[in-house]
């Protein structure tokens, strides 16, 4: 076979392949439109507007009776064409529901603390309406040296019995059963949000509470103030934080945690060597890079909003308080309320019933950073 022949039956193997690609690719074009064709057809027919489907906005164009005549006269010139509401919510994006969205599967709700108050103390469950305890009330200590055939000095200690009743947290929302029924997730979100609910009120009632009423006799309330002892001028937060710590070690305790609000903690952060001038140098608690937990003289932070801002709270949790609980966190339904059955609305309430028990109150400080 001459190198002409081979030539010639290279190019006609070219030429039947390309025919063949080109004949394909027509048939695949044509196969796409009619894809095309019937979907288009199908989102008409499952957007119903009057006694027909929606129409695009170049169907509106072409009907509109003033780009009729504009057409027919040459269409030269500007023209201004006005639709009504209707018209142009036809079109699908003004209504809701028309064009297919994606559901996310998950209901995007507020973030929570990642510690809170509860979360330093012991916590146990009990079965009774109320806690009794006993502990030291004052103790005077006259143990000194002594001589032989002299009367031992006396030493005295006084207790004090304490009770505590529990105290009830609750609150209610209203939902109608079908839409807890439809939407699977909504009865578990609101379930939950009440809970948070309940642990927010919570942390501000273990700091805060005035012990007035219904309320707990919080841990900021019982404990001492901050007395100043080892204040220095010039003593910024890190350094009023240690002072309040010392004032405890004199007293025999061993701190083992410290509450700020979020925005002292923030504070803190931002504190920087005098290096090169005031404020200026190298961060004092590891910079913006650092991952590390929050800590203050080797002790955790707990960072509460529930704690007023410009205020802290250092002590020995471990032993000296504890949380009390019965029956824990309950969450109820019920159609038992006012004309709720006979409307399909559920009441969802949401309550625990807790007690603190400070059993000793010299182990808290309590200071300011002003």
Same mark, same amino acid.
């Given at each position: 076979?001459?190198?002409?022949?081979?030539?010639? +039956?290279?190019?006609?193997?070219?030429?039947?392949?390309?025919?063949?690609?080109?004949?394909?690719?027509?048939?695949?074009?044509?196969?796409?439109?009619?894809?095309?064709?019937?979907?288009?057809?199908?989102?008409?027919?499952?957007?119903?507007?009057?006694?027909?489907?929606?129409?695009?906005?170049?169907?509106?164009? #072409?009907?509109?009776?003033?780009?009729?005549?504009?057409?027919?006269?040459?269409?030269?010139?500007?023209?201004?064409?006005?639709?009504?509401?209707?018209? /142009?919510?036809?079109?699908?994006?003004?209504?809701?529901? /028309?064009?297919?969205?994606?559901?996310?599967?998950?209901?995007?709700?507020?973030?929570?603390?990642?510690?809170?108050?509860?979360?330093?103390?012991?916590?146990?469950?009990?079965?009774?309406?109320?806690?009794?305890?006993?502990?030291?009330?004052? #103790?005077?200590?006259?143990?000194?040296?002594?001589?032989?055939?002299?009367?031992?000095?006396?030493?005295?200690?006084?207790?004090?019995?304490?009770?505590?009743?529990? /105290?009830?947290?609750?609150?209610?929302?209203?939902?109608?059963?079908?839409?807890?029924?439809?939407?699977?997730?909504?009865?578990?979100?609101?379930?939950?949000?009440?809970?948070?609910?309940?642990?927010?009120?919570?942390?501000?009632?273990?700091?805060?509470?005035?012990?007035?009423?219904?309320?707990?006799?919080?841990?900021?309330?019982?404990?001492?103030?901050?007395?100043?002892?080892?204040?220095?001028?010039?003593?910024?937060?890190?350094?009023?934080?240690?002072?309040?710590?010392?004032?405890?070690?004199?007293?025999?305790?061993?701190?083992?945690?410290? +509450? /700020?609000?979020?925005?002292?903690?923030?504070?803190?952060?931002?504190?920087?060597?005098?290096?090169?001038?005031?404020?200026?140098?190298?961060?004092?608690?590891?910079?913006?890079?650092? +991952?590390?937990?929050?800590?203050?003289?080797?002790?955790?932070?707990?960072?509460?909003?529930?704690?007023?801002?410009?205020?802290?709270?250092?002590?020995?949790?471990?032993?000296?308080?504890?949380?009390?609980?019965?029956?824990?966190?309950?969450?109820?339904?019920?159609?038992?309320?006012?004309?709720?059955?006979?409307?399909?609305?559920?009441?969802?309430?949401?309550?625990?019933?807790?007690?603190?028990?400070? #059993?000793?109150?010299?182990?808290?400080?309590?200071?300011?950073?002003?």
């Amino acid at each position: 076979m001459t190198y002409e022949s081979v030539e010639n +039956v290279l190019a006609e193997v070219r030429s039947a392949v390309g025919q063949f690609v080109t004949h394909q690719k027509g048939r695949i074009d044509r196969i796409e439109r009619w894809i095309e064709g019937i979907e288009a057809e199908q989102a008409r027919r499952s957007l119903p507007i009057g006694s027909g489907g929606a129409r695009t906005l170049a169907e509106h164009l #072409f009907n509109h009776p003033e780009f009729k005549a504009y057409t027919q006269h040459n269409a030269r010139g500007k023209i201004l064409l006005q639709f009504d509401a209707k018209a /142009v919510t036809n079109l699908g994006y003004g209504t809701a529901g /028309v064009l297919p969205t994606y559901r996310v599967p998950e209901i995007v709700k507020p973030p929570q603390p990642k510690m809170r108050v509860r979360d330093l103390l012991r916590r146990y469950e009990i079965t009774t309406g109320a806690i009794e305890f006993v502990r030291e009330n004052v #103790f005077t200590n006259a143990a000194s040296p002594q001589e032989e055939t002299v009367s031992k000095l006396q030493s005295d200690i006084s207790f004090l019995a304490t009770n505590i009743n529990l /105290v009830t947290l609750a609150h209610w929302i209203s939902a109608s059963k079908q839409s807890l029924e439809d939407y699977g997730m909504l009865e578990a979100y609101i379930n939950g949000r009440l809970t948070e609910g309940l642990l927010d009120t919570e942390d501000e009632q273990i700091l805060l509470g005035s012990g007035v009423g219904a309320n707990i006799n919080g841990l900021v309330t019982q404990a001492t103030a901050v007395a100043g002892k080892y204040a220095t001028t010039g003593d910024n937060y890190i350094d009023k934080i240690n002072n309040a710590l010392t004032e405890l070690e004199d007293d025999k305790y061993t701190p083992d945690a410290i +509450v /700020v609000n979020p925005a002292d903690w923030r504070k803190m952060l931002k504190a920087k060597t005098n290096a090169g001038g005031a404020n200026t140098g190298e961060y004092l608690l590891g910079g913006p890079a650092s +991952v590390a937990e929050p800590r203050l003289w080797g002790l955790p932070v707990v960072t509460c909003p529930k704690m007023p801002e410009g205020s802290f709270l250092v002590g020995q949790f471990t032993g000296s308080a504890a949380l009390f609980s019965r029956g824990g966190i309950q969450v109820e339904l019920s159609t038992e309320h006012a004309d709720f059955f006979i409307r399909n609305m559920v009441a969802i309430r949401a309550e625990e019933r807790i007690a603190l028990a400070v #059993f000793r109150p010299a182990a808290f400080r309590f200071g300011s950073f002003a």
